[in-house]
């Protein structure tokens, strides 16, 4: 397989995957706060494991990655026909956490920041 092939295919299963989850109707969740970070693929194509962030407290993460997992089948058949891909890949749905551990390390190198400023007056 080629991997600049597979490269524009893991972003187009991106964009389409983001599209496909906002367009998912369940009226405990908002998915405006829902986002898919990333799409490994693998060589043959038959299997594509997606990282997906979720902005809130770890409740709310469990609730949202929970609905998204049971509409699973039908994410995937939306996929295939959206791409009009031949076979649509088996998909392997992870929550990610490197955007909260980011912002995370952020605030706390602003605390540091302004703890070195206070000292320094």
Do not use: C, W
């Amino acid at each position: 397989m080629n991997r600049r092939r597979q490269e524009r295919l893991a972003e187009e299963i991106k964009r389409t995957l983001s599209m496909i989850i906002k367009d998912l109707k369940d009226p405990r969740v908002d998915f405006t706060r829902v986002s898919v970070t990333r799409v490994e693929l693998t060589n043959d194509l038959s299997h594509a494991r997606i990282y997906i962030s979720i902005l809130g407290n770890e409740a709310e993460q469990k609730e949202i990655m929970e609905v998204i997992q049971k509409a699973k089948g039908f994410i995937r058949s939306r996929l295939a026909s959206e791409i009009q891909l031949r076979h649509a890949p088996d998909i392997d749905l992870r929550l990610d956490k490197s955007i909260e551990h980011g912002i995370r390390i952020s605030s706390l190198l602003n605390e540091i920041n302004k703890r070195e400023e206070k000292k320094q007056e």
